[in-house]
Nanobody, 123 residues
């Protein structure tokens, strides 16, 4: 089992930055691929970014490339999502997910999920 807790969300202005954290406990976090997803009101959950077990490979949704950066620190059992140049359309609940089988953009393939952290961007 892996327990995931996200933090770092909040209210921010357009053009600003936020860093989301996903702290893991339980089985070896370093074995797991990690993904970040988001869900805006009235919309389906969508893929944002993913990273492999050692941080050597990443993947991003086209909509966030160049603004979002995913990285991890396995010594701290933590994955991060750095969000720059915030836009109002980034407003959503952001979730991290982990799976020992690797990283993917497909939400259904992740075994473990956090409860989410709200990001609200004002214009």
């Amino acid at each position: 089992q892996v327990q995931l807790v996200e933090s770092g969300g909040g209210l921010a202005q357009a053009g600003g930055s936020l860093r989301l954290s996903c702290v893991a406990s339980g089985r070896t976090f370093g074995d797991c691929g990690v993904g970040w997803f988001r869900q805006a009101p009235g919309k389906e959950r969508e893929f944002v970014a993913a990273i492999n077990w050692n941080g050597g490979s990443t993947d991003y949704a086209d909509s966030v490339k160049g603004r979002f950066t995913i990285f991890r620190d396995n010594a701290k059992n933590t994955a991060y999502l750095q969000i720059n140049s915030l836009k109002p359309e980034d407003t959503a609940v952001y979730y991290c997910a982990a799976d020992p089988r690797g990283y993917t953009k497909y939400a259904a393939l992740y075994q473990y999920w956090g409860q989410g952290t709200q990001v609200t961007v004002s214009s």
